[in-house]
């Protein structure tokens, strides 16, 4: 009596269905990881710039309004961004970047997905 060789095809439609699953993931999230890193290569920018530890709150705020309109980052609030006082150091400020996004998935299900990034403004000056 031979054996059965390969798979059924139930196993074949899991397996499917996995695949499809995994894709549809993909899909939704690797969108909004790419904004992350865009917005981060912002934040690298603005505080990159060696003339801005000496800006103006007003002036970075400015700075970054201009790189998420030219970017066409509508979705991203520019109250995500703040400018705070390092912990432990005199006279240094960082630009800070929090927020979350909310991803609708399947059906009722979403994906609640919180970014942080910052750095110090004017750190590229600093060597």
Known sequence: MRSQKGATFLTWVAGVG?????????????P??????????????????????????????????NFIDINGMYT??????????VPGKDNVRALEVSYEVRKHWVANID????????????AAGDT
């Open 32 to 65: 909004l990881y790419m904004e992350f890193y865009a917005v981060r290569s912002l934040v690298d920018d603005v505080a990159g710039d060696s003339s801005m530890w000496r800006a103006t709150t007003q002036q970075i705020r400015r700075k970054v309004g």
């Open 76 to 85: 991203l609030s520019r109250e995500a961004f703040s400018i705070v006082q």
């Open 111 to 122: 994906f609640l997905m919180t970014f942080e990034y910052s750095k110090e403004l004017g």
């Open 18 to 30: 996995l695949v499809i699953f995994m894709f549809i993931t993909g899909v939704k999230l690797v």
